[in-house]
């Protein structure tokens, strides 16, 4: 949420920290907050320490001016346990001449918080590519590039480069007096097991309420508000508790359509949906086929620098996200969380959280990540408030929302829900039974809750490899690439492949070699 150059020579009591046009200055240091109508910015200092918050506006507050205030050392300290205490999402920057600055984060990471540190300046940004320039490209972390090749990804500090760290949800990063930038994790947090319910109860009321208390935090208005209403049961439940909301009316729901007979399923099912709901609600959607990754219009084709930790799927969201602003769009809901929610635990043995990711060693992985992928588990975080695959798909989603100017949501990440769903036995949570029973009391056919086809991008993204990856990875083989420098990718193991697509006879999990070339357009402009 901040975008900021912090110099230990401005932190002193001889300079003082003021609000400028869209930041707080102070000699060559600045701060600058995201600004939009559904977040504030605060400062306070008592002369000597000084604080920055950037944090999610709640519903009935009145916005702190930006200002920086002047407080007593009692009320510094009160503010300051008062924002650590809470669950908001919020980023806290705090200073005091002779001392470390410390930068923190809250449970929920709506938006990412990187880090980076040059020549003794502390720089920070939401948007990765804001740190491109503030990094040797050559120290790869081989360990976060193998994840991410593997597609085992985890929820840590580590980033593709090892001067720019993501501050991961409740931790503390140090900025020192000459010192390297370090990151302190937090304590786990209490997590509980699935509860018998008494004969009779019925979890279904209990979830609505809560999930009508996470729509209301916030004050969002319908008109200049849209939901990702794909049709899956995660997002068409937010949409249901939308409709109901005070606010309700004129949502704009948006969605990238699938295509052959996924995509007129999907079709079909949205507009039941969005019958259903009529309170002057739009539709607007997208044709995944029209924005294939590695296409001639695509972003990955395009001699710029992209994030790694950019959708795949980014050039149809990014179509769709500019439908919402032609609709005078500022925040859109999503239905991240939703898999989390509904996800069994280890301890009921059907993967958990983790079984969302493939058991084998692809075939494009070189000899230096297939030695790293024993520390796949190494110097991750602690357990999170919130599931950690929800807070990475956070960090995916954030960027592209924001640039934007549109503020995301993810209703289904909330602490209190997590907790519920948590304590809700597994015959609720088995196949998403709860949220499927939450569609089918609507009365809306069975089709709605039960599609009788599966809806996923497998076939889309196996097309665009197929026509566009291909070309895509001849390239790479004949001109190198530092990731095949760096024996992370193997590349008999890419042109297998590549031979394989491009026969039209892909192996289970060739699609998938987009992320290799996703990591490799991260890497070298072409």
Known sequence: ????????????????????????????????????????????????????????????TIPRRPEVEQVSPGSYARRLRELRDSHGDRVTVEMSPGQAVRITTGPECTSPQYLATQDDVLHGSWDLMDLRDHQDHNRLDHLAVTRHLALRTRYTAATFWQDIRLLTERATARFGLGGPLTIQFPGPAEHSRARTLQDGADPV??????????????????????????????????????????????VTAGTVLLDGEPGVQQSGRRALVLEYIASGWSSVTVQAADHLPYGPTSRYSRHTWVSPYQDIYADALDALSGRFTDHDVRAVFTGIGGDELMATTAAEDHGGWGGFERPDTPPWLGPVARAVLPDIDTAITPAAVVPETALMAKTVCGPAFMRRGIWPVHPLTDPLLVRFCEWTPLEWREQKRLLREIIGRTGMPPQVARPPIAENFRQIITTAMRRHGVPRIRTILDSGSPLIEAALIDADGLATVADRLEAGAPAAGDHEVVFALLADSALVRR
């Open 1 to 60: 949420m901040l975008h900021l150059r912090i110099t230990h020579d401005d932190i002193t009591t001889d300079r003082a920290w003021a609000w400028a046009a869209d930041r707080w200055r102070c000699g060559s240091s600045w701060i600058a907050p995201y600004r939009h109508e559904l977040t504030e910015r605060s400062a306070f200092t008592d002369g000597i320490r000084t604080a920055f918050v950037s944090t999610t506006r709640l519903a009935g």
């Open 205 to 250: 009321p209990l979830f609505l309420d809560l999930l009508g208390r996470s729509l209301s935090r916030i004050p969002w208005m319908g008109s200049r508000t849209a939901v990702q209403l794909s049709g899956g049961m995660d997002s068409t439940v937010v949409a249901l508790a939308l409709r109901t909301a005070p606010l309700g009316a004129g």
